[in-house]
């Protein structure tokens, strides 16, 4: 199933982690439906320079650039509040900003940093920004999570969420991207009674510079996939599917792949861990949805 062209024009969407990848790729694609999209990310020369493909091949100048670092609550709570302040409705919220780090290292907020980000910070932003979402008709946010939940070794430690007594790369990414799909679970619950869908998705082994801040051997293992692995677009594809398509209006608290539901093991359904990881976060963040 490919992305078909679904008209969003005058649909505002907000994408983070967008200045290279599938977020990029995905930036761009739904420019060209006719979205107006915010671009959120930490580097302002490259969002000027996404801003100015943009332009380049749709020739609209709509884009807006909000610069913050995903790492940061502060910045978060800038970047929310930069758009809050225009009483915008947002229609969709794409939150795809990750990492994964070959070593542990910490936030200026003293969060693990995969955890900080890949969980932590979609968390955030998107507590932040719902009463924009209420404005929209039907507004949907999307994850962009991974079958590398897998790699977490089963449920969520909540001993030890920070990765403090034990640390692995893959074991902390995984932990995270098991934390994307039960935020997305729990987030559905919560809102249930609003206009905003949540959905995560797996995007498939995806060609980019994706781990590459690792040093040799991240450059190294990125390089050797990258003939076997999915194209930007193709990664993704799920997203915008998630983002755009008629076919999943109302239907909220899953997990997707190919753009289609894809089952899930037991550890990334468990409602009991999903509630908890949600209450967790609000005291860790300092936001709540109340």
Do not use: W
């Not at 006719?34 to 020739?59: D, H, Y």
């Not at 997990?255 to 899930?264: E, K």
């Amino acid at each position: 199933m490919g992305i078909k062209n679904v008209d969003m024009t005058g649909k505002q969407v907000m994408v983070t982690g967008c200045t290279a990848g599938l977020g990029r790729a995905g930036a761009i694609k739904l420019a060209e439906m006719g979205a107006t999209i915010s671009v959120a990310c930490r580097n302002r020369s490259k969002g000027e320079k996404l801003i100015a493909e943009i332009k380049r091949k749709t020739g609209r100048d709509d884009c807006c650039l909000y610069v913050g670092d995903m790492a940061s609550l502060a910045d978060i709570r800038a970047i929310a509040a930069s758009f809050n302040e225009k009483a915008l409705p947002l229609d969709v919220l794409f939150n795809n900003a990750g990492v994964v780090m070959q070593e542990r290292t910490t936030t200026q907020d003293g969060f693990e940093t995969t955890f900080g980000v890949n969980h932590l910070g979609y968390f955030l932003l998107t507590v932040l920004l719902m009463e924009s979402l209420k404005r929209a008709p039907a507004a949907r946010v999307v994850c962009t999570a991974s079958d590398a939940y897998k790699f977490a070794g089963g449920r969520l430690n909540f001993d030890d969420l920070q990765c403090e007594g034990k640390y692995t790369t893959f074991g902390a990414y995984g932990s995270s991207k098991l934390a994307n799909i039960l935020f997305a679970r729990e987030l559905a619950k919560r809102i249930a009674n609003t206009n905003i869908t949540v959905n995560a998705f797996h995007p498939g082994m995806v060609g980019s510079d994706f781990a590459k801040n690792n040093g040799f051997i991240g450059r190294i293992a990125m390089t050797l996939i990258k003939p076997i692995a999915r194209s930007t677009l193709k990664g993704a594809e799920t997203g915008i599917y998630l983002c755009t398509s008629k076919d999943v209006e109302g239907k909220t608290g899953g997990y997707y792949y190919n753009c289609a539901p894809n089952p899930t093991r037991g550890d990334a359904v468990n409602d009991d861990d999903a509630k908890q990881l949600f209450d967790v976060s609000e005291k860790l963040v300092g936001a709540s949805l109340d």
